[in-house]
Nanobody, 122 residues
Framework: QVQLVESGGELVQAGGSLRLSCAAS????????VGWFHQAPGKEREFVAA????????YYADSVKGRFTISRDNAKNTVYLRMNSLKPEDTAVYYC???????????????WGQGTQVTVSS
């Protein structure tokens, strides 16, 4: 059984930075992609970023390009999301997900973590 466990979410002031972690266990992800989505209260879950585990190629939503960086540590089976220049509108629950293909559509991703709350105060 695949498990994804997120951590690192907290309250931060606007302009600040956070690093989220997604620790994966239960399988190797050499043929998978790992992504981050966020969901604000009353809104749909949205794609944030993704990384192809084997190639390292990265993908970003336009709203986070230049501010967020996704990376992976193969030895630790962990994916990180570095978030800089945080804005109040980044406030959301951030979820880690894994899938064989990268899409913007949450329902197509196979495995999900429980989420971690990020709150950005103005």
């Amino acid at each position: 059984q695949v498990q994804l466990v997120e951590s690192g979410g907290e309250l931060v002031q606007a302009g600040g930075s956070l690093r989220l972690s997604c620790a994966a266990s239960g399988r190797t992800f050499s043929n998978y992609a790992v992504g981050w989505f966020h969901q604000a209260p009353g809104k749909e879950r949205e794609f944030v970023a993704a990384i192809n585990w084997s190639s390292g190629r990265t993908y970003y939503a336009d709203s986070v390009k230049g501010r967020f960086t996704i990376s992976r540590d193969n030895a630790k089976n962990t994916v990180y999301l570095r978030m800089n220049s945080l804005k109040p509108e980044d406030t959301a629950v951030y979820y880690c997900a894994a899938s064989e293909t990268i899409t913007l559509i949450p329902v197509t991703w196979e495995y999900w973590g429980q989420g971690t709350q990020v709150t950005v105060s103005s």
